[in-house]
Structure formats: C-alpha cells, structure tokens
C-alpha cells in the first residue's frame, strides 16, 4: 500500500482494493452487520457533495467498514470521526487512513464502539452526520445520533430504499409512519437520490437510497419529546385504528383520548398517518390527567401495522 498520492483518486477504494484488505484482514461481509462495502470512489465522491461537507465539517461516520467513505471524507472535512463496532475493522482502520491518506492521518479518529451506546465524541462536537447504515438498525442509530449530538447540522445517510421512503415520506403517504414523525422532530426530511446495487460488494438483495436531513427546532411545546414519542408509538401501533380508538390505551380510555384530541383540535376519527409531528405534540400536551405518565420510549420502531379494523 503506498504512502504517496501519485494521483488524484489513487487514495480511494477501488473494488480490487476493498477485497485485497477484506482478504488481508480476514473480514467476510455478514448479514448479521449489514455489511456492504462500496467498492466505487464515484459513490462516495457523490455523498460526500450530497452532504455538502465542507473544510469547516467535523463528521461523525458511521459504520465505517473498511473505509470507502471515510477516505472521501477527509478529502473535504475537517476532522472525521469513524464509529465501528466491528472489532476486526476498528483495529485496522486507522492504518488504511495513514497509508493512503497520510496528511490526513491527524484529522480522523476512531471510536471502537456500538453506534447506539455512545454518548460522546472525542474532539471537536460533529455537525455533520455521514454514512452507510447498516440496514438493520438504520433508523434507531440514526434518531439516536441525531438526539445525542444536536450539535449535527446536516445528515446524509445511505439505507435501504424502502427506508429511504418511510423517513422522507409526508402525513397521508401510505408509508408515513413512526420513522418519519420522529426524523420530523430533528430536522426537515428528503430524498437526496438512488444508489445501485452494483456499487456494494457484496452486492445487496436491495436498492438504496440516500435521505439528507437538515436540523430544525422542534415543535414548539410544552409536552416533552418523549411524552410526544408515545403519542406517535401509541397512534402508529394500530395504525389502521381510528385515533380515538389507537390511543385509548395512552389517554386511559377511548373516552379520554376523545377528549385529548378535542383539545388539540384533531377530529378523533383521523388516523395516526394523516397528522404532523406539530400535532402530535398538541396531542401530548393534552394527555388526560388520570393517565399514567409515558415511559421513556424504547428504541425507535422502523414500521408498526396491524390487522385490526377500526373500532
């Protein structure tokens, strides 16, 4: 591996490279991980401009891998700080980003850890949110960085299309769902393109997507983020239920949440996929007195349907 950059792109991973280090390392791609390596520097040349990372970016990555992204990434950022839970991968790391990027060796930084458990970063606060999520934890790791580090401006992520979809889908898309009110809570939500399976090794069983999510406040409210998260669990856990009837359980009663929602100025025979994450809000900070106060909801639900007809 050179230490030099006697071309422009020659720092990057090529598919020939991202097998030469898997084989090097004894890394095999798991299921169990998600693990799809991008194997071309034009994909990740064209996130890193979707995310519109510039010198003054300190990036948090993660999942890693073997470090396609992460090299466009130090192209332009500042400072990039990987998140890998992969014990093989974090070990060996650093040493890709010194061999093939050595200026940039002091601007990056590896945190050895489970994306979900961590809670600080070292160096400077990140602003920016760029990565290769792993399909089957996309969503609870992204709604977790976004509400550990408010410091993150804009996110760039790439998952599964269907995913893709649920995030940036609006109230009345039959896809709208616990995804998208919660990603609503942080940050205005879009699709930012598609990305073909023949740019990953190995090549996944689905398309993907990319979704840029750029930081707003929250919806102005006196209820609580996670008093208003369990108004959004509760409506989208039956979600082909009449409001009224979705959210007896949170309200005490189906009378109680008749109630909630007339405060709140909804019409209680709505249903969850038809209301903004603003009136979900107005909805907690009506909850019935009698009521027992929500718990702190538990890791985010990708989807939530079910076969129940209304009552």
Known sequence: MSTTDPTPDSHLLGAADIRELAAAFGVKPTKQRGQNFVIDGNTVRRIVRAAEVTEQDTVVEVGPGLGSLTLALLEVARHVTAVEIDPVLAQHLPDTVAARMPRKADSFDLVFSDAMEVTELPGPAPTALVANLPYNVA?????????????????????????????????????????????????????????????????????????????????????????????????????????????????????????????????????????????????????????????????????????????
């Open 139 to 311: 969503v609870p790791v992204l709604l977790h960085m976004l509400a550990t580090f408010p410091s993150i401006e804009r996110t760039l992520v790439m998952v599964q299309s269907e995913v893709a979809d649920r995030l940036a889908a609006k109230p009345g898309n039959k896809v709208y769902g616990v995804p998208s009110v919660k990603a609503n809570w942080y940050a205005e939500v879009k699709r930012a393109g598609a990305i073909g399976r023949n740019v990953f090794w190995p090549a996944p069983n689905v398309d993907s997507g990319l979704v840029s999510l750029i930081r707003r406040d929250p919806p102005k409210t006196t209820a609580s983020r996670a008093e208003v998260f369990a108004v959004v669990d509760a409506a989208f856990a039956q979600r082909r239920k009449t409001l009224r009837a979705a959210l007896a359980g949170w309200a005490g009663s189906a009378a109680g949440a008749e109630q909630a929602l007339a405060a709140a100025g909804i019409d209680h025979k709505l249903r969850g996929e038809m209301l903004t994450v603003e009136q979900f809000a107005a909805i907690a900070e009506h909850k019935p007195v009698a009521a027992a106060a929500p718990a702190e909801p538990a890791a985010p639900a990708t989807s939530a349907t079910s076969a129940e007809d209304d009552e």
